[in-house]
């Protein structure tokens, strides 16, 4: 079956870019339906259509830390990190404790996964309190200064959205803002001032 998969997947490059379209993952996605063994299966090939399909089909109430953290390590592209923290990591019970670790590591697309799941937690519809969120800020502050551009990105992304929680969450990220908008660091500078109007 994985054969086949690959082989519809290799048919599906568009000639202007060598991109499988969304769409067309969503589509074979949906004939799937969830198949834990199967994404398991699709992930190993280092193949992004195939990775970004196994997100699709991976069955959220089969995924732990050790998995995440087994995923995780291989992102290597903005669209599959932030589809990872989306489909995968935002809903389980690991999400803010990722959102914490992976924001502190290195690797440049495990600290933006933490800075999306953190940006997604924010607009997402769920029970966490204010103080999950206002607990993110530091993370945000101290890692603003990172120049790389998919991560610099993130932190602004997470910066904006829990400003947009709440009125509370608001006044504590513009707060953050002013300060990064004043620090001697360029990018933390750029993150700060991009964001406040939005925030306000």
């Known amino acids: 079956m994985i054969t086949a998969i690959l082989k519809e997947l290799k048919a599906l490059r568009r000639k202007t870019d060598g991109d499988v379209y969304n769409p067309d993952i969503v589509r074979i996605a949906n004939r799937i339906g969830l198949d834990h063994s199967l994404a398991v299966k699709l992930w190993a090939p280092k193949y992004d259509a195939a990775r970004e399909l196994a997100i699709h089909i991976a069955d959220p ?7 995440l953290e087994s995923w995780v390590k291989d992102l290597d592209e903005w669209g599959l990190c932030d589809g990872f923290t989306a489909r995968l990591v935002r809903g389980t019970p690991f999400a803010v404790e990722k959102a914490h670790a992976w924001a502190e590591r290195e690797p440049l697309y495990v600290r933006r996964a933490g800075f999306s799941l953190m940006a997604q937690m924010a607009w997402q519809k769920n029970d966490h309190p204010d103080s999950v969120f206002a ?11 990172d120049d790389r551009l998919h991560v610099k990105k993130a932190v602004n992304w997470a910066l904006r959205d829990i400003g947009k929680r709440s009125p509370a969450l608001a006044r504590k990220a513009l707060t953050v803002a002013r300060r990064l908008q004043k620090a001697d660091n360029k990018t933390a500078q750029w993150v700060g001032t991009h964001r406040i109007k939005e925030i306000k």
């Open 135 to 145: 607990d993110f800020l530091p993370l945000v502050e101290k890692h603003a200064v």
């Open 61 to 67: 109430e089969k995924v732990t830390g050790k998995f």
